[in-house]
């Protein structure tokens, strides 16, 4: 099983199993999942869970992969759901109704505006970056050929170039309709075909007068993606309104035809006129904005859009950034947005040194930080700053202070901007052009990004912490140095009989699952376990085959391999067990599981017995690491031993505290 496989298994079986499943799809960077009950997701697992950057919870739950990994998942988690019997029918009728109720929960106008706008657009992104970085090779290659020193086979190859990377954009306006057409509940075809009409370059050859304004000449392209979706919105509206009221003998004839007729005279008397004034308006505004007030600009939208993202409101941007690429070239706007992700950027490096003593969000910071870097921020919002609350604040700010950089390069030296949708952070710089030269536009965007991380990292570190929230979040951890102690009856299961929850600063004693070689979980050759990234903990080098509960409590966790299990305390403390690394690709060779999931056990049952001569020289170690998973609230505390500092003892014992 490959570990994308092995990461969808487990987040299926940590968001309640196939029958908690309505609907999942994916989006550039996040797997979109529709619960049935939100009760049975297990969010605290999910986030511990190695490849998982966040969770956001939201009208459908999202979780967080990154681009290119989150189609595997997303992939293999469709396939374990088909392989537990999820029925597609049943699956998607569950889905619909569940969608149902989140829309009438959020159905307002506004709302219902935002998410049209988004699904127009949104499926069109990767066409829009495709399309975008051959232009920007292209336009690399000319210079090479303007200077006189690109060989022939160069020149030969930019015009195919130019028509790789023109047509997409030169034939926008249809592809927007196709997809309008869909939303507003129409066909498809007929939303392209009406679309359509605004790209023909027979439109220049139809000229009329309206009052007041005089003579019309109309242009190829007039109007635009804001054109395509008024023509393909009433064309479905025609369609809708017709269907059912036209016999069903003509249908297929009448309807299309009335749709399409009447909306394309709309279009070319009345859409494509005023879109066309509309798309002027928004690309003079935004030139005229930026190069007369765009420091000040450039701050206010540096500063406000992390906001914008978390309501969701940032989609509504889509249209401008569409329509100012259709007039301009560029879309000046989003290089001065992206600048929010690198203030994000600056105020997790400062949390990061602030806050030296939290191992668990320092080590959230490494791993969530080079993917923010590239422009995925949800991991660095959702996971570090948001939850500290200030520091989101601080974040904005940054954000703010690059944004104002990236402005004044517009107001002062010349506009410049992103060719396409879709990238930010540093992934947005073969995107990037200028009527100044491809190169003035990187250096204005890497200045703007440099502006954001060193005053979202000066801003958070001085101002980031009030004294409560810095005590609170950076209180010390326990020493790994410490050795482990020795077997001893654990005070847990009389806790778990009486059926009592711990109180603040109880102990709950978790002990070594089987017999060897107590080891820190640092020395583990796995960074999900040797960074912490898992939970706190310690690992064992077993001598023996047979691998014990470390509680008593109920066993939440056991794969059909055997390599790994998780028994949960009465208390609520989740402990994992990972028997070895590497084991799982042994699929249950050499395991013999004594006991099943579901099954209460007290400390020291047997769970599952291994071969260890068998296994040993097909995986990369033995080494078990136990790990708490829920540490936030039951924190490992003291490491002791009673007999001095053997490291070879029968069973290790580790005292965690409660909190809850």
Known sequence: ????????SELLRLLGGAGNVAGVENCMTRMRVSPVDRDLIDETAIKSLPGVLGVVDDDTYQVVLGPGKVTKVTDAFRQHLGAAGADADALAARGAAIKAGQKQRNNTPFKNFIRKIANIFVPLIPALIGAGIVAAVRGLLVNWVTVGTAPEFVEAVVPA??????????????????????????????GGAVAAIIVFAGISDVQYSLPVLGDIVLAPGQGGVIGAIFAAGLCAWIERSLRGKIPDAIDI??????????????????????????????????????????????FVLGGLFLPLVMLGLHQALIPIHATLIEQVGFTPLLTILAMAGAGQVGAALAIYFKLNRNKSLRTTIKGALPVGILGVGEPLI??????????????????????????????????????????SGWALLPLLQSNNGQGYAILAYVVG??????????????????????AEHNAAQADDQNAVLENEAAPVAAAAAAGKRPSIGQRIDILAPVEGRVIRLSEVEDEAFSAGTMGDGFAVEPTSGEFRSPVAGTITALFPTGH??????????????????????????GFDLRRAEGDVVEVGDVIVVVDLDAVRGRVRSLATPVVVLNGSAFPIVERRTHDGPPLTVEAAEVTSSARS
């Open 161 to 190: 170039l130019t028509v790789i990377g023109s047509a997409f954009f030169a034939f926008l306006p249809i592809f927007a309709g196709i997809n309008a057409a869909k939303e507003f509940g129409g066909t498809p075809a007929l």
């Open 382 to 423: 959702y996971a570090v700053t948001l939850p500290l609350g200030r520091p989101f604040l601080t974040a904005c700010l940054g954000g703010a202070v690059g944004g104002a950089v990236a402005g004044a390069f517009n107001q002062f030296a010349g506009a410049f901007g992103a060719t396409a949708i879709g990238p």
């Open 564 to 589: 790994a299990f998780g028994v949960t305390t009465l208390e609520g403390l989740e402990v994992l067990v990972h028997i070895g690394l590497g084991t799982v690709d042994l699929r249950g060779e």
């Open 1 to 8: 099983m490959s570990a994308n496989d092995e990461l969808a």
């Open 253 to 298: 004839l009448v309807t299309p035809t009335l749709a399409l007729l009447i909306s394309g005279l709309a279009t070319i008397f009345v859409f494509m006129f005023v879109a066309g004034n509309i798309a002027s308006a928004i690309g003079t505004g935004a030139i005229w904005l930026l190069s007369n007030s765009g420091l000040l600009a450039g």
């Open 449 to 470: 990004l440099l502006a954001g991380y060193i005053s979202g990292f000066l801003i958070t570190y001085f101002w980031g912490f009030t004294p409560a929230l810095l």
